[in-house]
């Protein structure tokens, strides 16, 4: 779920030799093909270089010797939390991994697969639909659909087969927070608190010590009562204490996201953002949230499907990466996020956004502005702003609180993802694109956000939309901008031009945009997965069109791997 204003400071950022942070040694089982050399795919230095390693440092005045101190502990942790999160994208991951720590000083070729392999957490490249890059490759080497969250060997029919015929696991075996084994003909569910244990209980041991240090005492709450949820594998009272946080440390670290698990979307990953709050820049966005309800009532579906009932606090932090871990640092880094996921703790106490203002630059730099410049009609080009650019990201975070959450799905209150099973991340992704947009237009008319008109919105947001189709329709974000890209187009909002390039027509892509959010908005309230797959497969698809644009910005970085100085990496 995740990416500044003119108002912010701009950030010097410095391009280095592609690494990435090494993780925790780990315990790899030795194997046959240890003795022998991985291939390569030849093409690895090319994919290497659309990840260029980014320093992304904050300003150290922001915190003070305790709070550094704390932030330490904090590092420690979540590198723990690193490890862990390798094993859930795949049970072979440490035994590779340990192959091309090896193989990487036999050549060039090696090293930058190594380094590659550390970037995507794996040797399957998330820029290009999980396509492996590291040996084997084709349908040998596919990446497991499932992840380490269920038995390789198992499908999907079989498992929903299970579930219907054992009705008094479903929760269980459907739940955030459990890995699915084999147990005889039968499956089982082995908790995240026993299958991760030799990880998560030195990290809430840090988390401890951490708590100790600080005199902030949210912050204290809330690292003890998530030390104690990686012994529980219950995260409910702990997300609660972390909406409450408020000093200058902005700390979130546990299974959150379920985009690895690409067979269902029920498995939740672990993660870790370790951040530092910017206070005069969080406070000039609070009006936002108290616009929320407001929004809510604005949204184009049925009174039906509106969703009155989430709760009204929703903070809206800016703050300075120092560190990230696990899902937040593998392919694509995230430039913000919307926590928790959890639809009782929402429709109790709301959602957090957070929007990460270092990263966030050195994406705008590195590859949006330079794709708009490639890709809109230069009678245009003058429209794309980056005011526009960063309150689209915020709005989408935004956007993930508003809407169905918990819903009735035949007969029973389930959370909207559970019926849209594997597509739910790319539509909740794409609604919160769309929304986004619309409730930017929304907060103009009411005079709570200026500095740039609609037309700039719009023209940045066409501009700048080839950066997530690069991603790849193998990924929730890339897909869910591919349909919108289509959609867009199909409407006439986005034409083509001379040279290649596009247009807008700002009459036809503000109607699009509505019709597209009342789609997605309808999909989300009826849980309807045929409707979500029938419109996925016509327009959350790649085409001629896009590929021909993504080949002319293959000079421009994809995204960034990120250097954190605060954790001693070079």
Not at 301 to 312: F, L, M, Q, V
Not at 321 to 341: H, I, S
Request: glycine fraction near 6%; include cysteine; charge should be negative.
């Amino acid at each position: 779920m995740k990416r500044t204003l003119l108002l912010l400071a701009a950030v010097l950022l410095a391009a280095c030799q592609p690494e990435t942070s090494q993780p925790v040694a780990a315990k790899a089982p030795a194997t046959a093909s240890t003795a022998r050399k991985r291939e390569i795919a030849p093409d690895v230095p090319a994919r290497l270089a659309q990840l260029p390693r980014t320093t992304i440092d904050y300003d150290r005045a922001l915190l003070n010797d305790e709070e550094r101190n704390v932030v330490a502990k904090l590092i420690e942790a979540s590198k723990l939390i690193d490890e862990l999160y390798w094993r859930q994208v795949a049970a072979e991951n440490p035994a590779v991994r340990a192959e091309m720590e090896k193989q990487a000083s036999a050549s060039p070729l090696d090293r930058d697969a190594n380094a590659l392999f550390i970037a995507n957490k794996g040797r399957w490249d998330r820029l290009k639909s999980d396509e492996p890059f590291i040996a084997p490759f084709g349908a040998a080497g596919k990446k497991p659909e499932g992840g380490g969250f269920y038995p390789t060997d198992m499908t999907k029919e079989e498992f929903e087969k299970y579930v219907a015929a054992h009705p008094a696991q479903k929760d269980a075996l459907q739940g955030l927070f459990t890995v699915i084994k084999r147990d005889g003909a039968n499956f089982k569910t082995v908790p995240y608190s026993d299958e991760y244990r030799e990880f998560l209980e030195p990290a809430a041991q840090r988390l401890r010590e951490a708590a100790a240090l600080t005199s902030d005492a949210h912050l204290k709450d809330y690292l003890n009562k998530r030390a104690a949820a990686f012994a529980s594998n219950d995260y409910r009272e702990s997300d609660f204490a972390w909406m409450d946080l408020s000093g200058p440390i902005e700390v979130v670290i546990g299974p959150y996201e379920v985009y690895e698990d690409e067979m269902f979307n029920y498995k939740a990953s672990f993660e870790s953002f370790v951040c530092v709050v910017d206070k005069p820049e969080s406070e000039k966005l609070a009006a936002y949230a108290h616009a929320l309800p407001a929004m809510e009532k604005n949204l184009p579906e049925p009174d039906a499907y509106k969703n009155p009932n989430r709760g009204s606090e929703s903070p809206i932090k800016v703050v300075q990466e120092l560190y990230t871990a696990g899902d937040a640092r593998r392919g694509v880094q995230t430039a913000a996020f919307n926590l928790p996921n959890d639809e009782f703790v929402r429709e109790k106490k709301g959602s957090k956004k957070v929007l990460l203002k270092n990263v966030i630059n050195a994406k705008y730099r590195q590859s949006g502005q330079p794709i708009s410049l490639r890709v809109l009609d230069e009678s245009q080009q003058s429209l794309v702003n980056f005011d526009a650019f960063f309150n689209q990201i915020l709005f989408h975070e935004l956007s993930h609180g508003l809407g169905p959450g918990i819903i009735t799905f035949k007969g029973e209150r389930v959370d909207s993802r559970i019926p849209l099973k594997n597509l739910y991340s790319t539509i909740e992704e794409s609604k919160a694109d769309v929304l986004g947009l619309w409730n930017i237009a929304f907060a103009q008319n009411q005079k709570l956000l200026s500095g740039f008109n609609e037309q700039q919105l719009y023209a940045t947001y066409a501009a700048i939309m080839f950066r997530s189709l690069r991603f790849g329709v193998g990924e929730a974000h890339g897909r869910g901008t591919a349909l919108q890209w289509n959609w867009l187009r199909e409407k006439g909002g986005i034409v083509p031009s001379a040279n290649g390039r596009f247009k807008v027509d700002f009459d036809k892509f503000r109607d699009a945009v509505k019709s597209l959010a009342t789609e997605l908005l309808t999909i989300e309230a009826t849980g309807d997965f045929d409707r979500a797959n029938a419109l996925l497969n016509k327009y959350g698809v790649s085409n001629a069109e896009m590929e021909t644009v993504n080949k002319s910005l293959n000079d421009i970085p994809v995204d960034i791997t990120p250097v954190f100085p605060a954790a001693g990496e070079k």
